[in-house]
C-alpha cells in the first residue's frame, strides 16, 4: 500500500526497541529517533494489517499537543532533524513524517490514564462495584456520562503482547515515589483538561486518554511518546454524543468493536483485518487529526 510502513528497517542506526507501534532507533547518546509506524494493536496484541499513513498522523497530532502543552511542561522533541542524521535515501524515504529526534530520557514505568467520561472497563466496574479503579463514584452516572471530577487512574507498562494492569495511586508511589507520582497526577489533569476544553470547540469530546512521562538528567518530568491521538485516546463527535448510549468514534474502539463480534482469544496473533475495517479505521483518524488541527 502506498503511505504504508509496516515496520522500518533502517541499519545507519542501532534498533534500540520495537514497541506495538514505534521503532525507536540510537543516535547518541543524548538522542533517538522514534518512528511512529502504521502498526495497530487491540487488545495489548499488534494487528497483522497496518493503517496506511497512521504513523504520519500520530506524529502530526502528537506534536501539535507537544507544542500546545510547552507552557506546561517540557517535551521530548529535541533541536535535531532528519536532516542532522546520515540515512540513505531509503532510509529517509521510510521515517519522513512520521518520525521525530526526541531526547533520550529515563522513562517511567506507568502508564498515566486519565477518564473525564464512564465508559470501557471504567463502565463496566462502576456497574459491578460503584467505582473506577477502585475509587468510589456517586449512583445515577450513565453509560458515557461525564465523571463528576476528571479521574487519574494510573497502570502498568506491559511490553507487547502483555497485558497494562490498573494499579493505586499508592502502588504508583511505591514504583516511582511520593514526589514524583502526585507530579505525574497533577500535570496529567491538568493536560487532560486543556485538551478535552480545546477538543470540544472543534467537534470532539475527548473521554480518557493516557500520558507517558519519562526524567532528564536533573530529574526535570518530561511529556515523551505519543499525545493525545485516536491511538492513545477515546475521541467521541460532540454533535453524536448522548449520555446513555455508546458513542460512535474517531479512534481504534472501531476496531475493538469488531473484534469483539470475533472467535477470538485476544493473545497473540492477532486475525487478520477485512479491507472494509483498515479503510474505515483510516478515515476515521484523518477525520480526527482535521478537526483537531484546524485554524
Excluded at 511490553?159 to 514524583?180: K, M, P, R
Excluded at 455508546?246 to 463480534?261: A, G, V
Aim: hydrophobic content about 40%.
Amino acid at each position: 500500500m502506498a503511505n504504508t510502513v509496516f515496520e522500518t528497517h533502517i541499519t545507519s542506526l542501532p534498533l534500540l526497541h520495537k514497541g506495538k507501534v514505534r521503532d525507536i532507533y540510537e543516535i547518541d547518546d543524548r538522542h533517538m529517533l522514534v518512528v511512529a509506524t502504521d502498526r495497530i494493536s487491540a487488545f495489548d496484541v499488534i494487528m497483522p494489517n497496518p493503517i496506511p499513513n497512521k504513523g504520519a498522523l500520530l506524529t502530526r497530532v502528537s506534536n501539535f499537543w507537544f507544542e500546545l502543552f510547552a507552557d506546561l511542561i517540557p517535551n521530548q522533541v529535541s533541536s535535531l532533524t532528519l536532516n542532522d542524521l546520515s540515512l540513505t535515501d531509503n532510509e529517509r524515504k521510510q521515517v519522513t513524517g512520521r518520525s521525530v529526534v526526541v531526547k533520550r530520557l529515563k522513562a517511567l514505568p506507568i502508564e498515566a490514564i486519565v477518564r473525564g467520561y464512564l465508559i470501557g472497563s471504567g463502565w463496566k466496574e462502576y456497574q459491578a462495584k460503584q467505582s473506577v479503579c477502585g475509587i468510589k463514584l456517586p449512583a445515577g452516572i450513565p453509560l458515557a456520562g461525564k465523571l463528576p471530577e476528571t479521574l487519574f487512574t494510573p497502570s502498568t507498562k506491559a511490553a507487547a503482547g502483555q497485558h497494562d494492569e490498573n494499579i493505586s495511586f499508592e502502588e504508583t508511589i511505591a514504583l516511582v515515589g511520593e514526589d514524583i507520582a502526585t507530579q505525574v497526577r497533577n500535570v496529567s489533569i491538568k493536560l487532560y483538561e486543556k485538551a478535552a476544553a480545546y477538543a470540544l470547540q472543534r467537534g470532539i469530546v475527548i473521554a480518557d486518554t493516557k500520558f507517558e512521562f519519562g526524567l532528564d538528567e536533573q530529574g526535570t518530568l518530561t511529556l515523551i511518546d505519543e499525545v493525545l491521538t485516536p491511538d492513545s485516546s477515546r475521541f467521541w463527535p460532540a454533535d453524536d454524543y448522548v449520555p446513555g448510549k455508546n458513542p460512535s468514534s474517531f479512534d481504534k474502539q472501531y476496531i475493538r468493536d469488531y473484534l469483539e463480534t470475533l472467535d477470538w482469544n485476544k493473545q497473540a496473533p492477532g486475525p487478520e483485518l477485512p479491507d472494509e475495517i483498515i479503510k474505515n479505521t483510516q478515515i476515521k483518524y484523518q477525520e480526527a487529526a482535521d478537526k483537531l488541527l484546524q485554524n
